[in-house]
């Protein structure tokens, strides 16, 4: 197998670093292979927010809910997307422009999507560790405000990366034929479901996950508790919000 595809199917998130240093060359090449990735007609619509300050951590800890990575983590790559600079280019080139709308905010959300999956795969190279922050959009008004983001950039993702302290198992995926569809979208039946998810259902991760939430099945922990109706609506109304306020909507 060549190393190229050993560093896609060994990756783990890592929630735990060592007191490392990242070397200024190894993160320069992180940045670069971010830079590299593929953008919507090379207009590389996203900006990369580099944070190794501990204040600043410390200050973005709460807005990542206090993960532990966030402060551990010798540095935090925040990904926003970002049709500021290309705007002002165009202003300043009399270049009449229609990117404040949706459909544009899906074009920078993209670009900056693949230049933080493609960081990542960069450092997973180098034998580094990285995860992704989850928890960006759910406070993006106060990250926008930490980092001073001005009208048309929005942060989208956010990746720590260090030296592991840590070596947990491969996450569990989905088979193949659960996300695959050859030449047109197979609608799932019933039995596809039960099938595609029984492996997952019958994991002995999931029995302590039932056992410690004290739920039924797999697919109410995800809807009732992780990821309740509440909070998506909540967080939703929110990005909509925010959105606004940054000229996309």
Same mark, same amino acid.
């Given at each position: 197998?060549?190393?190229?595809?050993?560093?896609?199917?060994?990756?783990?998130?890592?929630?735990? $670093?060592?007191?490392? !240093?990242?070397?200024?060359?190894?993160?320069?090449?992180?940045?670069?292979?971010?830079?590299?990735?593929?953008?919507?007609?090379?207009?590389?619509? $996203?900006?990369?927010?580099?944070?190794?300050?501990?204040?600043?951590?410390?200050?973005?800890? /709460?807005? *990542?809910?206090?993960?532990?990575?966030?402060?551990?983590?010798?540095?935090? =790559?925040?990904? %926003?997307?970002d049709f500021n600079r290309f705007i002002k280019w165009c202003q300043l080139r009399n270049a009449q422009h229609g990117f404040n709308n949706m459909q544009c905010y899906t074009w920078a959300v993209t670009? +900056?999507?693949? +230049?933080?999956?493609?960081?990542?795969?960069?450092?997973?190279?180098?034998?580094?560790?990285? %995860? $992704?922050?989850?928890?960006?959009?759910?406070?993006?008004? /106060?990250?926008?405000? =930490?980092?001073?983001? /001005? @009208? *048309?950039?929005? /942060?989208?993702? %956010?990746?720590?990366?260090?030296?592991?302290? !840590?070596?947990?198992?491969?996450?569990?995926?989905?088979?193949?034929?659960?996300?695959?569809?050859?030449?047109?979208? *197979?609608?799932?039946?019933?039995?596809?479901?039960?099938?595609?998810?029984?492996?997952?259902?019958?994991?002995? =991760?999931?029995?302590? =996950?039932?056992?410690?939430?004290?739920?039924?099945?797999?697919?109410?922990?995800?809807?009732?508790?992780?990821?309740?109706?509440?909070?998506?609506?909540?967080? +939703? @109304?929110?990005?909509?919000?925010?959105?606004?306020?940054?000229?996309?909507?």
């Open positions: 197998m060549n190393p190229t595809m050993q560093t896609l199917l060994a990756h783990r998130s890592i929630r735990r $670093y060592q007191d490392k !240093e990242i070397g200024e060359d190894m993160l320069n090449d992180i940045l670069t292979a971010a830079t590299r990735g593929a953008t919507t007609g090379n207009m590389q619509l $996203y900006s990369i927010i580099v944070n190794k300050d501990k204040n600043i951590k410390q200050q973005l800890a /709460p807005l *990542h809910f206090n993960q532990q990575a966030v402060t551990e983590a010798p540095v935090i =790559l925040t990904f %926003c997307a670009d +900056a999507v693949i +230049a933080a999956q493609n960081a990542v795969i960069a450092a997973e190279s180098m034998g580094l560790g990285t %995860c $992704y922050m989850g928890t960006v959009t759910y406070n993006v008004k /106060p990250l926008c405000q =930490l980092y001073k983001l /001005p @009208k *048309h950039v929005v /942060p989208v993702a %956010c990746i720590t990366i260090g030296y592991p302290a !840590e070596t947990p198992g491969i996450t569990d995926r989905l088979p193949l034929k659960a996300v695959i569809h050859e030449e047109h979208y *197979h609608n799932y039946s019933d039995n596809d479901i039960n099938d595609i998810y029984r492996e997952k259902e019958n994991s002995e =991760l999931t029995k302590q =996950l039932l056992e410690t939430n004290n739920m039924d099945n797999l697919a109410q922990i995800f809807a009732e508790r992780r990821y309740t109706k509440q909070d998506n609506e909540h967080f +939703a @109304k929110e990005l909509v919000e925010f959105l606004v306020e940054q000229d996309f909507m």
